[in-house]
């Protein structure tokens, strides 16, 4: 028997490259039975990583893991899982055309006896998932199928799933992202009586409210490094947020200033009560001609989710649309560019660029869309418009026939905003421009953001790099836990951002 | 300058196709003395080439048409059925008989012809519309929604012809598939009209931006503000309509509409004729000019296969095997992997 005091899963000095490049160096975290552990770190910081190399999805490449004193070196899903690790991942990871049921057990569905030939004991199957399901309080049909079930439940049933195969520690990455309150709260009653159990949990999350609403021990990683370990209690959330992102948020002073308001001014775009279940609680926000509004917030703050409700990519529940003084209702991304609205989409390779498509096809292809199918833009036109933005942003590319899929991804991104600059929209709305692109082509997209709202548009500009907000933004709007928690105004400094953030979470 | 031609001609996306196509005509020629020779019989021309230009024109009419859906990233299985309902539809609104009244013969028809054409044509429309409602409103994968009325356009035509074959005796409606204009086969001239208008279509309109932005990335198009979803709605109605008049020139030319063999397997014909004219399966860059050498390829196969007296029980095999040597040929990795051994063996 191992000592009651040790941890149950232990890590140490784990470090992990993939091509050449390092993700974690030399991390180490300790699981306790009966507690909740809180994984924390900004995008990019190694928590996946980490993860999978628990899990045995990659091998680590230099590192001792221990569970129960034992070192152990899983080398799949199914040999972590067999050792009592089990994993319920952010995006429900389950069957929806099979049974609750058959979820549960797939692939160990229990048989009759040989001499029955050994077939599936259905009865068995379903009368034992629904003793684990009572387990957390559900009282479901478990032989109906998992799809027809909500999100909340499928989730439920995919712990009910990690718990059957006997585990001892339970690893939940992201399991809140899309639940709403009520059902938050539905889980962690489960999950704070599967820790007096006895269980060990790793709990990871972007929502600092549950952080410490849930957990007892908190372990912070930043740049795939173990930034240290703490008892939730003794780490307030500024300390927190300080540990995530690598310094007191004391630097810099924002160099944006409010944009004076003219009398009499209607916004260009505003937003009352905006909201869609789940993702979007009610906003009100709005921006003015010639104003830039940075959405500042952490990731999983729903800065996303509320410019796919502007641009019509999502629907909202309630709440009202303004554009220009006037009530509009946006529901496809054509509306909401009939309207003057661009967005430059985050994910830059699945909803931005067309890769197969010449530089020019993707510079013109949402002017195209808004002059419609029979008004081709004629094609001395096309290239001399490619051409110019080619010029005016500094888009690196061999000619302009080039498939934009061979760029590099800050030409990409330079290329959809010219997409966008040429539909010569009212209101842009920049999520992300610049993740993952080269610091100078960064510095020439935020010059070419102030520059295009001196001329007078309306820019909604959202950065996981708070530093960014503040330093383009006339006016920030904070997130949090998918609801605007205040406004700042141009050239607060990034520690109001993270100090309104961290306010009474 | 020279150079450049050549590295202009051996980048051409249409080369392959080309040169299958003349190697083909190559073999026929060698096996069979009087193929390339044409002459002007019965006041237009006549000759084994003609032949293979008219009896391919069904399968261009339907290869084009497959074109666009298949670059929208989809495709459309149940042309071969479409082509089965509007041959019933023409022939049983046409019908027709020979009367002979106070020694003059006249051709009556059950509708006037225009009415029977056009009520084919619509009917091949509303098959479109519903494959292109199935995928781009109610979201099936095309496979299967086009799967529906390939299975079920058969029982529909079955139905419309009572089981039985119908022929036509209306000697005018022959003209569409028999009929020469110019020397040439009439139903080339369709196929061509088609061929033409849609590439004005998709270079003339922004048609085959969307189309291409469609099929290598629905997602991107969609937040562009591209009516992604109406966009594949019309290339399937498009793609019933093209199979619709196929099926008029089938008709015609057998005379006849079988509810049961009328464009059997022209799904597959046409999606291998789309594949061999060089757009690839995945969606995006088309080419119909491609698409209708595509179809030629095929029929010049058929008719050597045909003509060089290959026994019937195993032409498909045949048929395949060529296909087969066809997509290694065109495939830029296995001619890679050839050379590189080449290469290797040489050294």
């Keep these: 028997m191992s000592d009651p005091l040790a941890p149950v899963l232990e890590l140490s000095g784990v470090s992990k490259s993939f091509f050449g490049v390092p993700v974690l160096k030399g991390v180490g975290l300790r699981l306790f039975a009966g507690e909740v552990h809180a994984l924390m770190g900004q995008n990019g910081a190694g928590k996946s990583t980490l993860i999978k190399v628990l899990t045995g999805v990659h091998a680590a490449d230099a590192g001792r893991m221990t569970l129960k004193g034992e070192a152990i070196a899983p080398k799949s899903p199914l040999a972590s899982q067999k050792l009592g690790v089990s994993t319920v991942y952010q995006e429900v990871n389950l069957c929806p055309n099979l049974t609750v049921a058959e979820n549960i057990f797939a692939g160990r569905y229990p048989r009759k006896p040989a001499r029955k030939w050994g077939r599936i004991d259905w009865a068995a199957m379903n009368a034992e998932a629904r003793t684990l399901l009572a387990k957390l309080n559900l009282d479901i049909d478990v032989t109906r199928l998992l799809a027809s079930y909500p999100v909340a439940i499928q989730q439920m049933v995919a712990i009910a799933r990690a718990l059957s195969v006997s585990a001892q520690v339970l690893i939940l990455d992201e399991p809140t992202s899309s639940l709403d309150d009520d059902e938050v709260q539905r889980l962690f009653t489960v999950l704070r009586r599967l820790r007096d159990e006895g269980m060990a949990i790793l709990f990871v999350t972007h929502f600092l ?17 173990l930034v240290g370990e703490h008892l939730a209690r003794d780490l307030p959330t500024p300390a927190l947020i300080a540990a995530m992102i690598g310094r007191e948020f004391a630097a810099k002073q924002g160099t944006g200033t409010p944009l004076p308001e003219k009398a009499g ?88 660029i067309v890769a197969e498509l010449s530089v020019r096809e993707n510079i013109m292809l949402a002017l195209q869309a808004r002059r419609g199918l029979w008004n081709l833009l004629p094609m001395d036109e096309q290239c001399r418009m490619a051409e110019r933005f080619v010029k005016a942003l500094g888009i690196k590319t061999n000619d302009i026939e080039t498939p934009i899929g061979l760029l590099s991804g800050g030409n990409q991104q330079k290329a959809l905003l010219a997409r966008w600059l040429a539909t010569q929209p009212r209101l842009l709305i920049l999520d992300e421009p610049t993740r993952g692109i080269d610091v100078a082509a960064k510095q020439e997209i935020m010059d070419e953001i102030l520059r295009l709202a001196g001329e007078g548009m309306a820019v909604l500009f959202i950065s996981s790099e708070i530093e960014e907000v503040v330093r383009v933004s006339n006016r920030i709007a904070v997130l949090r836990d998918r609801r605007k928690v205040g406004e700042l105004p141009g050239g607060s400094a990034e520690r109001d951002v993270y100090q309104l953030i961290a306010a009474d979470a | 300058m020279n150079n450049k031609l050549m590295h202009t001609l051996t980048r051409h996306p249409l080369l392959w196709p080309v040169v299958t196509l003349a190697l083909l005509l190559a073999i026929n020629a060698a096996f069979n003395a009087t193929f390339l020779h044409l002459e002007w019989r019965d ?94 409103v109610v979201g099936m994968q095309p496979i299967i929604a086009t799967l529906i009325l390939m299975v079920a356009g058969r029982g529909i035509a079955q139905l419309i012809t009572g089981g039985q074959i119908i022929t036509i005796y209306y000697g005018p409606y022959f003209f569409i598939g028999n009929g020469y204009l110019f020397g040439l086969p009439f139903a080339l001239f369709i196929a061509a009209a088609v061929f033409v208008a849609l590439l004005l279509l998709t270079k003339r309109t922004a048609l085959g931006l969307f189309i291409q932005a469609v099929g290598i990335n629905p997602s991107a198009a969609y937040v562009a503000g591209l009516p992604a979803r109406r966009i594949m709605f019309w290339v399937y109605a498009f793609c019933g309509v093209c199979a619709g008049v196929a099926g008029l020139v089938v008709s015609s030319n057998v005379k006849s509409a079988d509810g049961n063999n009328a464009g059997m397997l022209m799904e597959l014909d046409a999606i291998l004729a789309v594949t061999l004219g060089g757009t690839a399966l995945t969606g995006g860059r088309f080419s119909l000019a491609g698409s209708v050498i595509g179809a030629l390829i095929i029929q010049t196969l058929t008719y050597a296969i045909y003509s060089l007296g290959v026994p019937p029980e195993v032409n498909l095999v045949v048929k395949a095997g060529v296909v087969f040597v066809v997509m290694l040929m065109q495939s830029a990795e296995f001619r890679g992997m050839v050379a590189t051994h080449v290469r290797r063996a040489a050294a």
């Excluded at chain 1, 409210?209 to 490094?225: F, K």
């Excluded at chain 1, 921006?287 to 996303?304: D, M």
Aim: glycine share 14%; charged share 15%.
């Design chain 1, 265 to 352: 001014e209607t916004p260009l775009i505003e937003l009352r009560g905006v909201a869609q279940r789940g993702r979007v609680q009610a906003t009100d926000l709005s921006v003015r001609a010639g104003e830039v509004v940075g959405l500042g917030g952490l990731l999983g703050s729903g800065r996303t989710e509320l410019a796919q409700l502007i641009f019509g990519l999502s629907t909202a529940d309630e709440g009202e649309l303004k554009v220009a003084g006037s009530a509009h209702r946006v529901d496809c991304p054509s509306a909401a560019v009939k309207l003057g609205m661009g967005l430059c989409p985050e994910d830059r390779k699945t909803d931005g």
């Design chain 2, 43 to 136: 006041g237009h021309l006549y000759g084994s080439l003609v032949d293979i230009l008219k009896s391919a024109a069904p399968l261009m009419l339907v290869s084009l048409g497959m074109t666009l859906v298949i670059a929208t990233r989809g495709i459309d299985i149940s042309v071969g059925a479409v082509v089965a309902i509007s041959a019933a539809i023409a022939a049983w609104m046409i019908g027709g008989s020979l009367v002979v009244h106070d020694g003059v013969a006249t051709h009556v028809s059950r509708f006037p012809m225009p009415v029977a054409i056009l009520g084919a044509l619509l009917v091949a429309l509303v098959c479109g519309l519903w494959n292109g409602l199935l995928v781009s």
């Design chain 1, 209 to 225: 409210e549950q952080v410490y609403a849930l957990c007892d021990r908190i372990t912070v990683l930043r740049n795939g490094e």
